[in-house]
């Protein structure tokens, strides 16, 4: 049986291969911000980019921190960030507020935008991930590109540019990523030259 989330994701992943969009390297995604013709976009909570950010990136999160009395609307809002603070893990829901941000960051389409998160996920298929692996970062760049903002993926997330050593601000920690890298190395196998 097919997850709905898992459909979705594979309606994302096949508008990015329609699109031609794949994952950049952390090396030449510095060459085009570089450039001033695209902005690093960090789609992390925001306190994850006050911790530590490649430098330039501007902060746009896709999901910020639910807090009660603050931003949670109605009971399921709340019945949600009990469950999960319940298992330990901080609730978050949808930044209502992204894509006004990020047709912001992108001066209204005259800029590109490449977006990053922890780890990144994958584009790319693998034996375990056959439509590669859905990340923060890659939900939210298909929200700007079905907006018809021009957008990219920085392969690897965060974690790949702090291992290249690029401009960091911040004192980055490397535990945060978890076992993320080992999933995202995982899924880039030498799966190129076959169709799934």
């Known amino acids: 049986m097919t997850r709905v989330a898992d459909a979705q994701w594979k ?23 570089d450039s001033g013709a695209w ?13 530590a950010h490649a430098a330039d990136a501007v902060s746009i999160p896709a999901f910020v921190e639910m807090k009660m009395g603050q931003n949670m ?5 709340f019945l949600k960030a009990a469950a999960l603070l319940s298992n330990g893990v901080t609730p978050v829901k949808k930044n209502d507020d992204f894509m006004v941000d990020a047709k912001k960051a992108s001066e209204n389409g005259k800029k590109g935008l490449i977006f990053y998160c922890e780890a990144g ?4 298929p693998s034996m375990n991930f056959m ?21 990219g993926h920085l392969d ?8 290249e050593g690029l401009p960091m601000v911040g004192e980055y920690d490397e535990k945060n990523v978890g076992r993320t890298p080992n999933a995202a190395l995982a899924a880039t196998y030498h799966t190129e030259d076959k169709e799934f």
């Not at 902005?39 to 911790?51: I, Q």
């Not at 996920?121 to 790319?124: A, D, E, F, S």
């Not at 439509?131 to 957008?151: D, F, I, N, P, T």
């Open 156 to 163: 690897g997330g965060i974690y790949s540019w702090y291992q």
């Open 73 to 77: 609307s109605g009971v399921g809002d």
């Open 11 to 33: 309606d994302m992943w096949n508008d990015f291969k329609r699109e031609s969009i794949e994952s950049t390297p952390a090396r030449d995604v510095k060459t085009l911000v």
């Open 39 to 51: 902005v690093l976009v960090d789609v992390r909570l925001p306190s994850n980019y006050e911790e």
């Open 121 to 124: 996920g994958t584009l790319k």
């Open 131 to 151: 439509y590669g692996k859905q990340s923060r970062s890659l939900q939210a760049m298909h929200e700007a590109m079905k907006a018809g903002l021009k957008v």
